[in-house]
């Protein structure tokens, strides 16, 4: 495991640790637990009173309904080159780098396979609502062959989750890294170039090819890699180090504050 992902995978559990002790409460709610927040380059998230965990070709359920004592329940064998998982309402968009599989929670203890969607190989963080999955595809030498532009947004259709399908692909300037969504806004971490703004109901539609970056934050030294949304508050991981930022739709973004790594 590299500096980067060892270093965004404690900021993820920072994360659910605090969502968890925020209002903790010795008598464990185990009917109602709360969900933790990750960001679309995780290896595992929780959902419930479970956590799920992918390597290059498995997803494995744990059972944390008491935090003191997790017990792995069962594995499932997803595909190959898997990447990323992502949930998000009763399914977990799982990311590899010949495509996006779809597994259900009807019984969260024991996710079932619903579809999946091929694209070109590459790298391809991925997160969605209610109707549309976002994945960013990029080319480095872990990813496989690519196509010659910098990197593109897939925008897949999955209003029937059995058959999810391509609306578009959006090509980039720049490669595009992790992402998260809030409302309309669909916030993209391009590296070097920093995190820009794209807007969904532009994103979302076929004919429209231009116009959709509607903001972005970027300095000398900041990198984008991957972002959390939490509450009103946007966590990057760059290369060089974590950042907290505010966005307002009027203001843009102000930086709160950094913290680096060496």
């Known amino acids: ?67 003191s004592n997790p017990a792995f329940l069962n594995t499932a064998n997803v595909g190959m080159d898997i990447e990323t998982i992502y949930p998000f309402g009763e399914h977990l968009f799982i990311g590899s780098m010949s495509g996006m599989y779809v597994y259900g929670l009807q019984n969260p203890a024991q996710p079932n396979f619903i579809s999946n969607f091929t694209h070109i190989s590459a790298c391809d963080p991925v997160v969605a609502n209610e109707d549309f999955a976002f994945i960013t595809l990029h080319s480095s030498n872990q990813c496989g062959r690519w196509v010659t532009t910098n990197g593109q947004i897939d925008i897949v259709n999955i209003q029937n989750i059995n058959s999810p399908y391509l609306v578009k692909s959006q090509f980039t300037d720049t490669n595009p890294f992790g992402l998260d969504l809030k409302d309309t806004l669909l916030f993209v971490c391009h590296g070097t170039a920093g995190l820009k703004l794209y807007d969904t109901r532009l994103l979302t539609d076929p004919y429209n090819q231009s116009n959709v970056v509607v903001g972005g934050f970027q300095q000398s030294g900041f990198t984008a890699n991957d972002v959390i949304l939490w509450q009103d508050k946007v966590y990057v991981i760059g ?13 843009g973004f102000n930086l709160i504050s950094t913290l680096a790594i060496k």
């Open 1 to 67: 495991m590299n500096n980067r992902i060892y270093f965004f995978l404690s900021i993820f559990l920072t994360l659910f640790v605090f969502a968890c002790s925020k209002d903790y409460d010795a008598n464990y709610d185990k009917s109602n637990p709360i969900d933790g927040k990750s960001g679309s380059t995780a290896r595992m998230v929780t959902k419930g009173n479970y956590l799920y965990v992918v390597d290059n070709s498995t997803l494995k359920v744990y059972d944390i309904s008491n935090p």
């Open 239 to 251: 290369d060089n180090g974590f950042y907290q930022l505010e966005y307002n739709n009027v203001t």
